[in-house]
């Protein structure tokens, strides 16, 4: 992992020293791990962090190269600070929900010792906490937090927001980290303001729109931009797609989801199989590790490698990392654009395991996580209520502010250049509409995952009552209700707020 210190202690980088109308050269370029502070946008870094657990091997025919890719690649960390002074942690980052929280129970995360080496809040030390009294349960796809909320100052990518929203867990169970929620309110309407509409208001950003750029397994250095584009992190062009409106989509979410119209493979031998149109909605799941497809083009991506191994238990296709190393990809269509994630990006190194990227949804929710979204750049744009796509790459920075209005994300061509193309033949007979058996089965004890899945939309159990959370030397009488929310005054002035 980064060290948190070599992250946060880099001074903000002000506008003047980018130049945003001319193309950047290589000495203009930003260090991939800097935090950067410009007109209008935000740049932070995204941390790869390991799994939960070394990595042990399990058969022969594991490499070297294996084994470094399995500390790689399952999540996605944005370090951040909370309260005056400000206090460093990690947070999950996560589109799939909107709510942002600090301090997991880590006796009761699947993963304790892997929730204990990051740092927790500690309200107690911190001049700008200004407590409610409100709690709320939040349910996720996978584990839960009873929080409570507090207004606190949050420094992210060098920005500082004030009195932010957010909660502290009083409780959680199996989730190891905090989340940091950037999704649109999930029924429609905000219960409060999210860190966006915040960053927004307090015009650190000039639209509700961020760009994110989760980079491969064996690259660390991701990033988000909150308000901003960088057209050195892909290739071609930014294809505009509509988010699905709230009731369009399968449980009446509201997700970032947009239209599937296909998926495909691309052989090593250079083979293009595509599927017939399809209509699939999905959405982008950042704290999704794994994406999660119908039955049929789980099955169908499943049964196009050799020597699968399904596992009952967990759903999970085990394959021969060595498959990794083979020059193919997933592919996934969009209209015209397509989005091709190698196999390498599409398979979860974990725990000296290798799984195929992709769970049956039986939710109906499906999701595409971050086993799709290493190979993605991707702007979410919530004022306009578009995602804006391309293939990820790396070839320098050129940070431009989104503006606001309906245009607002530049359409900017992306700066690299793709590789040159294989020679290729294609059909069209990726069945995706049968559904087959597995032919082989796993039978041994699978890895123990870190997918926190969706959050909360309809299990969401509000309430005010009793809290952890009192700041010292307040009485509670002086409490003050606005709107639904019941503030307790802390009784200290921070400098900051
Ligand atoms: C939270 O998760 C724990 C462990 O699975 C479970 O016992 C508890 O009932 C859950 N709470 C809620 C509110 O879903
Ligand atoms: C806490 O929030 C309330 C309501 O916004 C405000 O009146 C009060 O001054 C705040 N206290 C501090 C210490 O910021």
Redesign the pocket.
């Known amino acids: 992992m980064i060290p948190l210190a070599l992250l946060l202690s880099a001074a903000p980088v002000l506008s003047s020293a980018l130049d945003f109308s001319t193309p950047a050269d290589s000495s203009k370029s930003q260090s991939p791990s800097l935090v950067t502070r410009g007109e209008g946008f935000i740049r932070s870094p995204l941390n790869v962090l390991p799994n939960p657990s070394p990595p042990k091997l399990i058969k022969g025919r594991q490499n070297e190269v294996t084994i470094q890719n399995q500390f790689t690649g399952t999540r996605y960390g944005v370090d951040i600070e909370v309260g005056t002074p400000g206090q460093k942690l990690t947070l999950i980052l996560d589109t799939g929900s909107p709510d942002t929280w600090v301090n997991p129970t880590c006796d009761t995360a699947n993963v304790p010792d892997d929730c204990r080496q990051f740092p927790a809040y500690d309200w107690r030390k911190s001049s700008s906490l ?1 407590a409610t009294r409100v709690t709320d349960i939040l349910v996720y796809g996978k584990g839960n937090a009873t929080i409570q909320y507090v ?1 606190e100052s949050v420094k992210i990518g060098g920005a500082t927001v004030k009195k932010q929203v957010i909660g502290v867990a009083i409780e959680s169970h199996d989730i190891p980290m905090g989340i940091l929620g950037l999704s649109p309110p999930l029924r429609g309407v905000n219960e409060y303001p999210y860190i966006l509409d915040t960053m927004k208001d307090q015009k650190l950003i000039n639209s509700r729109a961020f760009s994110m750029d989760l980079r491969t397994v064996d690259s660390p250095e991701g990033a988000l931009i909150f308000g901003g584009v960088d057209s050195g992190k892909y290739i071609g062009s930014l294809a505009k797609l509509p988010m699905l409106a709230r009731n369009e989509t399968p449980r009446g979410a509201d997700r970032y989801y947009v239209t599937m119209t296909g998926v495909g493979l691309t052989y090593p031998d250079g083979l293009v199989e595509r599927s017939q149109e399809l209509e699939v909605p999905v959405f982008l799941d950042s704290g999704g590790t794994l994406s999660r497809l119908p039955r049929p083009i789980y099955q169908a991506f499943a049964s196009s490698f050799s020597d699968t191994q399904y596992d009952p238990s967990s759903g999970f296709y085990f394959l021969d990392c060595d498959v990794a190393d083979l020059e193919g990809s997933i592919d996934f269509y969009f209209g015209n654009k397509m989005i091709s994630v190698p196999f390498n990006d599409f398979i979860w190194h974990v725990q000296g395991y290798c799984v195929l990227g992709v769970l049956p949804d039986d939710d109906g929710e499906p999701v595409l996580g971050d086993t799709f979204l290493r190979a993605a750049y991707v702007v979410f744009d919530q004022d306009n209520r578009n995602l804006h796509l391309a293939q990820a790459a790396n070839c320098g920075s050129n940070i431009v502010a989104i503006s606001t209005g309906a245009d607002a994300v530049p359409s900017m061509t992306g700066r690299c250049t793709a590789p040159p193309p294989r020679p290729t033949s294609g059909n069209n007979n990726l069945d995706v509409t049968a559904e087959r058996g597995p032919t082989a089965t796993f039978t041994g004890i699978g890895p123990t995952g870190v997918d926190i899945g969706p959050g909360p939309v309809a299990t969401r159990v509000s309430g005010t009552g009793p809290l952890g959370i009192v700041p010292t030397g307040q009485s509670g009488a002086g409490a ?1 209700r ?1 709107k639904w929310w019941t ?1 307790v ?6 400098l900051l ?1």
């Open positions: 200004n207004r003050i606005i503030i005054t802390a009784g200290i002035v921070s707020i």
